[in-house]
């Protein structure tokens, strides 16, 4: 297994959805480097992608497309209104237990582009918001 490290772009297949869905794994991005949150353990923020569908709603804020990611096969969403903060040493220890997988760092104007629909998405949560902000050095 290569080298690992929680830091802002890096990606990993996370657990999730629903039941339905057979292989339950969505794409994550790290939006930040470790940062201390108010209890003082260093963290990141954690989006993911979800498929954009015809006639559903979804957040316009950011769409990534097929060649945006080795992941990204369909136009995709980014989910901020389930933007996550996560403890940086959970993280490193869901990838050591094998149940977190790491995938290619995401492409550097693409992750500008979902930082910058992160800020401007009506469904960022403002902890998580204020979080990313103190964490990039924005305020």
Same mark, same amino acid.
């Given at each position: 297994m290569s080298l690992f490290l929680p830091l802002k772009r890096a990606t990993l297949l996370i657990p999730s959805g629903p039941e339905s869905d057979k292989d339950r794994?969505?794409?994550? /991005?790290?939006?930040?480097?470790?940062?201390? $949150?108010?209890?003082?353990?260093?963290?990141?923020?954690?989006?993911?992608?979800?498929?954009?569908?015809?006639?559903?709603?979804? $957040?316009?804020?950011?769409?990534?497309?097929?060649?945006d990611h080795a992941f990204v096969k369909h136009d995709s969403y980014v989910v901020y209104q389930k933007? &996550? /903060?996560?403890?940086? $040493?959970?993280?490193?220890?869901?990838?050591?237990?094998?149940?977190?997988?790491?995938?290619a760092p995401m492409d550097g104007a693409v992750f500008? &582009? /979902?930082c910058k629909g992160l800020e401007e998405s009506r469904l960022t949560p403002t902890r998580l918001l204020n979080f990313y902000l103190k964490a990039t050095g924005q305020t």
């Open positions: 794994k969505h794409l994550f /991005i790290l939006l930040n480097d470790p940062h201390d $949150d108010e209890s003082g353990k260093a963290c990141v923020l954690m989006v993911s992608l979800s498929t954009v569908r015809q006639g559903v709603p979804h $957040d316009p804020a950011c769409i990534l497309y097929a060649g933007a &996550r /903060i996560e403890e940086a $040493d959970k993280v490193l220890r869901g990838v050591k237990n094998g149940q977190l997988v790491p995938q500008a &582009r /979902i």
